[in-house]
C-alpha cells in the first residue's frame, strides 16, 4: 500500500512541474481524461476530416457552380476571401448561377443579406443573386443537380469533394488556388493531404503569377505533367484604387504609426520573426515616438513589450473600407510572408502611399517585389533584414517619401478578373460535355 501510496505522490509531484514548466502539455495530458474525443482529434491532427453532405437529384437541372468555403464569417473576410466572392460575382454576372457552400459544422456565419450587400460594397455596383447554403447536416443533405460543378477554394475543400465528385456528370472541378497550401504545415498527415489534392482533376484558377510559376517550377502534382498549363487560367491581383488611395487632404499632427500584420495563427506571416524585428528596430531612434500597433490578429495578439519604450498594441479588426482607412492613418507596414505568393497586405500599403517591408521568397525575389513598387522595402526573411527594412522604412517617412501611390499592378479587379470570369465561364459549359 505505502509503495502505491509513494507511486502516486511521484506522480502528482511530476504532474505539478510539468502544470508550472508547461502548462498546455499538462492541459493535453488532462485532456485524456476529461475531453477523450478531443485528446483523439488533437492526436490525429488531421484537419476537417468531415464529409460532405450533398444528394445528387436528377430532377435539377443546368449548370450552376458550388464554391465551397470551410466557413464564412465577417472577420474571415480578408483578402483572399474576398477575392474568391469577387470572382464569384463576375462569374453570375455572366449568367451562370453561383451558390456559396459552407463545409464545415458551424461554418455558416454570415445571411445571404450580408454576404450580398458585402459583393456590392467590394465589386461596386449590384450583383447578381448569390445563394448560400450549408452541406454539413447528414439529416439534411444540400441538393445539388448532376451538371453542377464544384468550386474547391482550400485545400480540406478539394480532399470533401473526393467522394461526391464520381456522383457527377463531370468529375472535374475548379480549384481556387491562391497559396501553396501544403507549406502551411510541417512534413505532416496534413502536408500529405493538401499535396494530394494538387494530383486530382482539377482547372486551376491561380492568383498571380508568380504563385503559377512556383507550382510548376517546383513540378507540383499534375502541374508537373505536359500540357497542363493549358488548364490554367491565372490572373494578377488588382489593388482598387477606390480603397487603397493616398490620404485626399493633410493629415494634420497625428503621430507616426507602424503597423505589423500579425496573425500568430497562420505561420507563413511569420509573427515571432516580425515581432523580433520589431523589438530590434523599435530601439532605433529612427522610431522615436512612433505608435506601433498590431492589426489582422483578430483578438489573437495581446499587448507586448517592445523596446525603447514602445509596446506593441492590438487593435480591432476592421472592414474592407475602413481597413483602407487604417493604412492611409499609418506610415509604415511590416507584413511578412513566408509564401511564393506577394500577400495584399504590402500591396495595398504600397498603394495608400505608405512603406511596405516584407520578404523575399523563392521567385518572389527582392528585386520582383521592389519592381512592384518603390514604396515596398524587400528584405530577406530574417530578424536582421527585417529590422533593418524597418529602420530603412522610418527614415524614409520622415524625410517625406513615400505618401505617393506607385504600384504596377491593375487599379481594378474588372481588369484582371473580367477577363478570367469569361474564360471560366467557357469552361464551366464544356464541362459535362467532353
Known amino acids: 500500500m ?13 504532474q505539478a512541474r510539468l502544470l508550472r514548466r508547461d502548462p498546455q502539455a499538462f492541459a493535453s495530458n488532462l485532456m485524456q481524461y476529461t475531453h477523450p474525443a478531443l485528446f ?3 492526436l490525429v491532427d488531421i484537419m476537417n476530416p468531415v464529409p460532405l453532405h450533398v444528394r445528387v437529384d436528377p430532377s435539377l437541372t443546368g449548370k450552376r457552380l458550388n464554391v465551397l468555403n470551410p466557413t464564412l464569417s465577417e472577420q474571415g473576410m480578408t483578402g483572399g476571401p474576398n477575392t474568391i466572392l469577387n470572382l464569384a460575382v463576375r462569374i453570375a454576372r455572366r449568367g451562370i448561377p453561383v451558390r456559396f457552400v459552407t463545409t464545415i459544422p458551424g461554418g455558416r456565419g454570415v445571411s445571404e443579406e450580408w454576404l450580398r450587400a458585402h459583393a456590392e460594397a467590394l465589386v461596386g455596383g449590384e450583383v447578381p443573386p448569390i445563394a448560400l447554403a450549408p452541406a454539413t447536416d447528414p439529416a439534411s443533405p444540400l441538393a445539388v443537380g448532376p451538371d453542377e460543378i464544384f468550386m474547391a477554394t482550400h485545400w480540406t475543400t478539394a480532399q470533401q469533394l473526393k467522394p461526391v465528385l464520381p456522383q457527377m456528370r463531370s468529375r472535374q472541378f475548379l480549384y481556387m488556388l491562391q497559396e501553396f497550401e501544403a507549406g502551411f504545415y510541417p512534413w505532416s498527415s496534413n502536408h500529405a493531404l493538401a499535396l494530394e489534392t494538387y494530383t486530382m482533376d482539377f482547372w486551376p484558377v491561380v ?17 508537373a505533367e505536359p500540357g497542363f498549363r493549358e488548364r490554367v487560367t491565372t490572373f494578377e491581383p488588382a ?17 507616426r504609426r507602424l503597423l505589423f500584420y500579425a496573425r500568430p495563427s497562420n505561420h507563413r506571416n511569420l509573427f515571432g520573426l516580425g515581432l523580433e524585428a520589431l523589438r530590434r528596430a523599435s530601439a532605433d531612434p529612427a522610431l522615436a515616438g512612433w505608435e506601433i500597433l498590431a492589426i489582422g490578429g483578430r ?22 473600407l475602413a481597413y483602407g ?7 509604415v507596414l511590416l507584413a511578412p510572408m513566408l509564401s511564393p505568393h506577394t500577400g495584399y497586405p504590402a500591396l495595398e500599403m504600397a498603394a495608400t502611399g505608405g512603406i ?18 518603390p514604396n515596398i522595402v524587400a528584405t530577406e526573411a530574417t530578424v536582421e533584414g527585417l529590422a533593418e527594412g524597418l529602420v530603412r522604412a522610418a527614415r524614409r517617412s520622415q524625410a517625406g517619401r513615400g505618401r505617393n501611390q506607385a504600384i504596377n499592378l491593375p487599379e481594378d479587379w ?8 469569361e474564360r471560366l465561364v467557357g469552361i464551366l459549359h464544356r464541362l459535362g460535355k467532353d
Open 325 to 331: 482607412d487604417q493604412l492611409r492613418e499609418a506610415d
Open 2 to 14: 505505502a509503495t502505491k501510496l509513494d507511486a502516486l505522490s511521484r506522480k502528482l509531484r511530476g
Open 207 to 223: 492568383n498571380e503569377g508568380l504563385l503559377a510559376e512556383y507550382f510548376f517550377e517546383h513540378r507540383v502534382g499534375r502541374f
Open 239 to 255: 489593388i482598387e484604387r477606390r480603397v487603397f488611395h493616398p490620404p485626399e487632404a493633410p493629415e494634420g499632427n497625428r503621430p
Open 299 to 320: 483578438g489573437g495578439v495581446p499587448t507586448l513589450p517592445l523596446s525603447g519604450g514602445h509596446s506593441l498594441v492590438p487593435t480591432p479588426w476592421r472592414g474592407y
Open 356 to 373: 511596405a517591408v516584407t520578404n523575399a521568397f523563392a521567385g518572389k525575389t527582392v528585386g520582383v517585389l521592389e519592381a512592384l513598387s
Open 414 to 421: 474588372a481588369e484582371t478578373l473580367d477577363p478570367a470570369a
Open 40 to 42: 483523439e482529434e488533437r
